[in-house]
């Protein structure tokens, strides 16, 4: 079994930074992909930012050049680094990551959120 654990939301600004964080333990062989999402009542869960293994970056129109997202592998953890934070960056944030358990397998697991709010 694996859990994620995340850390650093708070309430914050609006043009305030917040750094999040996520170490993910168990069984772990290596970790594919890892990322954040976003969640506000009512709507769907989006993709903030993903990495792969190799750091490779992708993320959401709404921000970039705001949020950097980075990992470090030997302590199987994901960070999110949020600049010039907008109300609209209001939500729970969830780290996920595609965690193999052997050469071949491999699974989705999810944390279980942290609340970010940004005051205008």
């Known amino acids: 079994q694996v859990q994620l654990m995340e850390s650093g939301g708070g309430l914050v600004q609006a043009g305030g930074s917040l750094r999040l964080s996520c170490a993910a333990s168990?069984?772990?062989?290596?970790?594919?992909?890892m990322g954040w999402y976003r969640q506000t009542p009512g709507k769907q869960r989006e993709l903030v930012a993903t990495?792969?293994?190799?750091?490779?970056?992708n993320y959401a129109d709404s921000v970039k050049g705001r949020f950097t997202i980075s990992r470090d592998n030997a302590k199987s953890a994901v960070y999110l680094q949020m600049d010039s934070l907008k109300p609209e960056d209001t939500a729970v944030y969830y780290c996920?990551?595609?965690?193999?358990?052997?050469?071949?397998?491999?699974?989705?697991?999810w944390g279980q959120g942290t609340q970010v709010t940004v005051s205008s």
């Open positions: 990495i792969t293994d190799n750091g490779r970056t």
């Open positions: 996920a990551a595609d965690v193999k358990y052997n050469h071949y397998d491999s699974r989705w697991y």
């Open positions: 168990g069984s772990i062989f290596s970790i594919n992909n």
